[in-house]
């Protein structure tokens, strides 16, 4: 990792790549080669055969919208007696 400046920085943590799982690489298009890892404030999508790389600043992604609570409206049931049979209605 280099800095703004170019100059390599020192982490206090090593980075935790993980494979995706299923995923293309879009410039190459071979699946299951893509890793995912953090650095920073960044989340760091790259290709481990073609090299082709991708990072994500989490301050620019868009808040999400919050969920609209649902009006619950109660309504009384009604519930009816079951007609009677006669004896002639079961065999």
Known sequence: MTNQTGEPTVTDKPLRKRFIAGAKCPACGVEDK??????????????????????????QKAPQPKPRPVEVVEQPLQFYPAPKRSSKDNP
């Open 34 to 59: 893509i890793v995912m890892y953090f650095d920073g404030d960044h989340e760091v999508y790259e290709c481990i055969d073609c090299g082709f790389r991708e990072e994500e600043n989490f301050e």
